[in-house]
């Protein structure tokens, strides 16, 4: 079955400081998809990235970089010198093609960031 | 222009009543989503309608019923709403996973 696991319910840093979220996924597909959105306060989810299974090059956006690692299932994002307004829930999502060629997506439960000033 | 939006923000009402959730997506996107989370933040997905046909109902009480009138809407009825029904609802769509999952807003349902 299809599963995603992000263990650090929450993360409390220091502004400047460096985090990484961590994110494991469960999957027999050899296709499919890795997401992470971000959810402010205000309540809206918000995307950030989406990575293929095929694809396992890690990505730096700005402050923000990830690091696919298929042979720990894995898909962790890392913060860059945190700032206030990163404060939000993280969740990873793994979409998934069922058998009647529909896609899926499900959620890890949500890493809570909290930057300190 | 708000590529996925929901109506209303937010709903309070009372135990019993029945109500209504409308989506509306411009993306030309195939398939629709809901979905719930709860107050741990927990997000889970209900109904999904690709080019207005159900595909996915994953166990949701027969209260909540979704209708797609054409595939740039899923509307979200709720019978006999519970206190349990409590929570925010997102709507979502996507095009055969090909671009990702573009969300609205949510609402919040708050049953009193």
């Known amino acids: 079955a299809q599963k995603v696991t992000q263990a650090q319910t929450e993360i409390s840093v220091v502004e400047k400081e460096d985090v990484t979220l961590d994110c494991v996924y469960e999957?027999?597909?050899?296709?499919?998809?890795l997401f992470w959105y971000k959810q402010p306060p205000s309540g809206e989810l918000v995307f950030l990235i989406r990575?293929?299974?095929?694809?396992?090059q890690n990505e730096i956006s700005g402050r923000y970089s990830w690091n696919f690692q298929k042979s720990t299932s894995s898909f962790n994002f890392t913060i860059t010198a945190s700032q206030v307004v990163d404060s939000a829930v993280y969740f990873c999502a793994l979409s998934f093609l069922r058998m009647d060629s529909s896609y899926k997506l499900i959620f890890g439960s949500g890493t809570r960031l909290l930057v300190r000033p | 222009d708000t590529a996925v939006s929901q109506t209303p923000k937010y709903l309070v009402t009372q135990m019993g009543n029945d109500k209504s959730i409308k989506c509306e997506q411009n993306l030309g996107h195939d398939t629709m989503y809901w979905y719930k989370q709860d107050s741990k933040k927990f997000l889970k997905i209900m109904f999904s309608?690709?080019?207005?046909?159900?595909?996915i109902n994953e166990t949701v009480p027969n209260r909540f019923s979704p209708k797609s009138p054409d595939k740039a809407h899923l509307n979200l009825h709720i019978n006999s709403l519970e206190l349990g029904d409590s929570a925010v609802y997102f709507c979502?769509?996507?095009?055969?996973?090909?671009?990702?999952?573009?969300f609205g807003s949510g609402t919040r349902l708050t049953v009193v």
């Open positions: 979502a769509s996507s095009q055969a996973d090909r671009d990702g999952y573009t």
């Open positions: 309608y690709n080019n207005k046909e159900l595909i």
């Open positions: 990575r293929n299974s095929f694809d396992e």
């Open positions: 999957t027999r597909d050899t296709t499919y998809y």
